[in-house]
């Protein structure tokens, strides 16, 4: 990535990161409020992401949760429709797919994951930022609030806005419960005596307390000391990664504007707008760094500056590396198309996997270690075990049927049905007179009835004795 400082001096951010004190101490960060374009649509954009996240726990669809994501019991269900353990390739393959795709996107993308999507960076700029901004003002009064002695209105403002933040907290506690278990169980986490979800309610406690950490007090140090994501940076940006970058060609060499002193020809005046809104605390000048969450902000301090000075917007943009040096237009590289090739083919793996789904699955097999039983009367038997998922939510009466020859079929056991999300498995009989058969391989059809009719014939195979001459 660039490197545009060449004095040693200049390139001692690379010594130290920026929210650290240089004796080892966390240094507090106070972004100043983004205000431009790109802080506009990324409110928009959470705003949708937000009535996502708290809303989908709300829809139900014949009395089903819409989206479930119990990894406990390991149910889930996906926009209506119903995933188990039995559906394991399908989920492990759309969990690769989506592995592939978030690095493909990354390759050529860089960060923007981060800064638009990521949960931890939406609530923490668009929710409890912007309610920070309200009670306490912009950058530097809350810096002047922090530093006061207490007083009436500081002990005010901050007891409304720690209570605020405490019941966010919960709220989003509720909702990551509420996708786990479903919105019946959380409602009976709450309203239920506490001994009855002992478990449910430490839950919430624990994961209220967690998140009221995580977005009051950890903050950036979340993005750059715990995500793995951040750190795989330095592994999938490449020179032709798009990612927010000082367009330093045009920058440099910078300087401030003097009044009636002649000042560098560079287009940056160093007003050092775009590092006072960076929430992470870093100098985007100094190129691509492991702190940068791609959030825009500086793009939108920036501009604003330029606009004020009368230069054209975009010394900082999204653009590659090789795009600021050499001016080169956006290409796919070798690794982003191989990148593509492979998920493609995992999409359209996952695509016939899931369109060829049925709801309920069924395997025939004969029994193990057994060719064929003689019966009195001169009839012969063999023993097949069946095994039936039934991935809907409704309890599955299954009746089976010899279609093709004259023969009895005797279920072992009780009637067949199973469960919703469930798994059975069955012992059945199937004796054919001895001069039915005609090989010793007997092509078989079994049909299979539930409360609708026929929904599958199985082929399968009856072993028996030399046929009579
Ligand atoms: S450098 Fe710019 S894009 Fe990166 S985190 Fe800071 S403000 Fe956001
Ligand atoms: S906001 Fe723009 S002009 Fe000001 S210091 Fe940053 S890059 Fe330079």
Redesign the pocket.
């Known amino acids: 990535m660039s490197n545009i400082n060449t004095q040693p001096e200049k390139d001692s951010f690379r010594d130290h990161i920026a929210i650290i004190t240089d004796d080892g101490k966390r240094k507090d960060i106070y972004p100043k409020k983004p205000k431009g374009r790109f802080y506009n649509a990324r409110t928009i954009f959470s705003i949708f992401l937000l009535a996502f996240l708290f809303g989908m726990p709300l829809i139900k669809i014949n009395g089903h949760p819409f989206m479930l994501i119990n990894i406990l019991e390991r149910k889930f269900i996906l926009f209506g429709a119903a995933f188990g353990t039995h559906d394991f390739f399908i989920l492990a393959l759309g969990l690769i797919a989506f592995i592939v795709s978030i690095i493909l996107f990354t390759a050529i993308f860089g960060r923007v994951f981060c800064g638009w999507a990521c949960p931890q960076t939406v609530f923490l700029e668009m929710v409890f930022r912007k309610i920070e901004f309200l009670f306490e003002g912009d950058y530097f009064n809350q810096k002047k609030m922090n530093m006061a002695p207490w007083g009436l209105s500081k002990t005010t403002r901050k007891l409304a806005k720690w209570s605020i933040f405490v019941i966010i907290s919960v709220l989003i506690s509720n909702t990551l419960i509420a996708w786990v278990v479903g919105i019946d169980e959380l409602v009976k986490i709450i309203t239920d005596p506490v001994s009855k979800h002992l478990w449910g309610f430490i839950s919430m406690i624990g994961f209220s307390g967690l998140f009221y950490f995580i977005f009051v007090y950890f903050r950036e140090y979340a993005c750059i000391y715990v995500c793995p994501y951040g750190r795989l940076q330095g592994v999938l940006l490449d020179q032709n990664s798009t990612v927010i970058a000082?367009d330093y060609i045009r920058?440099e060499p910078?300087g401030r504007i003097k009044k009636k002193e002649t000042r560098p020809s560079g287009?940056?005046?160093?007003?050092?707008?775009?590092?006072a809104v960076c929430p992470t605390g870093i100098d985007?000048?100094n190129g691509t760094q492991l702190e940068c969450v791609n959030c825009t902000a500086?793009i939108d301090?920036?501009d604003n500056?330029?606009e004020k000075v009368g230069k054209p917007r975009g010394?900082?943009r999204f653009a590659s590396e090789n795009n600021i040096r050499n001016k080169a237009k956006f290409k796919f590289t070798a690794r982003e198309i191989a990148y593509s090739a492979v998920l493609l083919i995992l999409f359209g793996l996952l695509t016939y996997l899931i369109s060829t789904r049925k709801p309920i699955d069924v395997t025939i097999l004969r029994a193990p270690g057994m060719i064929f039983q003689e019966q009195p009367d001169n009839k012969i038997s063999n023993l097949y075990t069946m095994k039936l998922t039934n991935k809907t939510f409704n309890d599955v009466p299954v009746s089976l049927k010899l279609e093709n020859l004259n023969g009895e079929l005797k279920i072992i056991g009780n009637d067949i049905k199973v469960g919703p999300n469930d798994v059975s498995e069955t012992k059945f009989l199937v004796i054919i007179e001895r001069n039915e058969i005609k090989t010793m391989n007997v092509p078989l059809e079994i049909g299979l009835y539930n409360e609708s009719g026929k929904f599958e014939t199985k082929k399968i195979n009856f072993l028996g004795p030399p046929p009579q001459k």
């Not at 287009?267 to 590092?275: E, G, L, M, N, T």
């Open positions: 000082y920058g910078r287009d940056c005046i160093d007003c050092s707008a775009c590092v985007i000048r500086c301090a920036c500056i330029m010394l900082i």
